[in-house]
């Protein structure tokens, strides 16, 4: 990442509104923005209404070689407590959700922009009686991001039933890459950093939409029966290493209800670290790294993370 040192005045000359469209926001807590409510602030936050402001404000910044993250709905983000150097971009406008093709009797294509919530595009698949995405119900976040992480649960990942997404690169160049360009893997879609997901076109199953309802419900009640949804965090913090589910390692550890500052690891799900209000990013991490070293002595495994670890330190 290029590191941005410009004061704010300069700032907001660059991103001065006269060629987009879309707010911007200076000095922006991420922590009002992430679901942990952890993080500092962003030295700008642009929220651009269509794709021509999108690559007008790309090309602004890498002009002045200011730094672009972009961000989805911030459910599997962990952002530091310096905050993040740039420009971080919120594509949540992005977020049409329609039929793209009516293949046949037996299958649609939706497309969907990456700004649009994963439970708005299941809710829009169930009403028009399109099945396949039910078990994802339940996750937050954004199309882009879930496609970007390769989101999944019970069995179900994004890259099923992805057909192709359209990218932007920092030029504001538009292309599309088929999802076998992307070598999905477990929770990665190794999408190079300098591609932005503008929306996605997934294939889907005709079926019953009461079926779909069902389905959706009972899948929803096994998360809220395992996992802590109604507190903050960022989903599972370690990936689930082969043949093996890092809750499952983290409690026969016993580090459930471990505490470090306001961050605890919860009792109910032990892969879900929670901000119990106030809590610092060094907390977390702090956490994380004893919790990996309690694991590693017990089982011998070493976790890798899931979430992603964005900005500087304090
Ligand atoms: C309560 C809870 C339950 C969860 N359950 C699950 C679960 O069951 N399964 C699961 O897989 N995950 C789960 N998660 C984690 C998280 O919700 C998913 O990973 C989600 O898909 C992330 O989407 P997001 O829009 O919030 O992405 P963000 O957290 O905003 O970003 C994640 C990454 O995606 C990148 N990104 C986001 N948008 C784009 C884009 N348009 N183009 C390019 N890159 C982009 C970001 O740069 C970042 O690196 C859970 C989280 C919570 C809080």
């Known amino acids: 990442m290029l590191s941005c040192t410009m004061n704010n005045r300069k700032l907001k000359e660059i991103f001065n509104k006269e060629h987009f469209r879309g707010e911007v926001r200076f000095d922006e807590p991420m922590s009002a923005h992430t679901s942990l409510r952890i993080g500092g602030p962003a030295e700008v936050m642009a929220f651009p209404e269509d794709p021509v ?16 993250f972009v961000f989805g709905g911030g459910t599997n983000l962990l952002v530091q407590d310096g ?29 969907a922009g990456a700004g ?12 028009n009686g399109l099945a396949g995405i039910e078990a994802l119900a339940g996750i937050p976040g954004y199309l882009g991001g879930a496609v970007y992480m390769n989101a999944g649960s019970f069995g179900v990942e994004i890259k099923d039933v992805l057909v192709c997404i359209a990218v932007m690169d920092m030029n504001g160049e538009i292309s599309i890459l088929n999802k076998d360009q992307l070598n999905f893997s477990y929770r990665s879609s190794n999408l190079p950093e300098s591609l932005m997901i503008l929306s996605a076109n997934i294939a889907l199953n005709r079926d019953n939409p009461d079926d779909i309802s069902k389905r959706i419900k009972e899948f929803l009640q096994r998360k809220r029966d395992t996992q802590p949804l109604g507190d903050s965090s960022a989903g599972c913090v370690f990936k689930n290493p082969e043949g093996n589910a890092a809750g499952r390692l983290i409690d026969a550890a016993g580090c459930k209800g471990m505490r470090i500052g306001n961050v605890e690891v919860s009792a109910v799900h032990a892969n879900y670290f929670i901000n119990k209000g106030g809590a610092a990013c060094r907390d977390f991490i702090e956490l994380m790294d004893k919790v990996k070293v309690r694991v590693r002595k017990h089982s011998g495994v070493i976790l890798e993370p899931e979430i992603k670890i964005v900005g500087k330190k304090n």
Do not use: C, H, W, Y
């Open 53 to 68: 402001s999108l690559k007008n404000i790309l090309l602004s910044a890498n002009r002045e070689q200011i730094p672009v």
């Open 83 to 111: 905050g993040i150097e740039g420009l971080v971009i919120s594509l949540k406008a992005f977020n049409r959700i329609d039929f793209a093709r009516e293949t046949d009797d037996k299958k649609a294509v939706l497309f």
């Open 116 to 127: 649009a919530m994963l439970s708005s595009l299941i809710s829009f698949s169930q009403k």
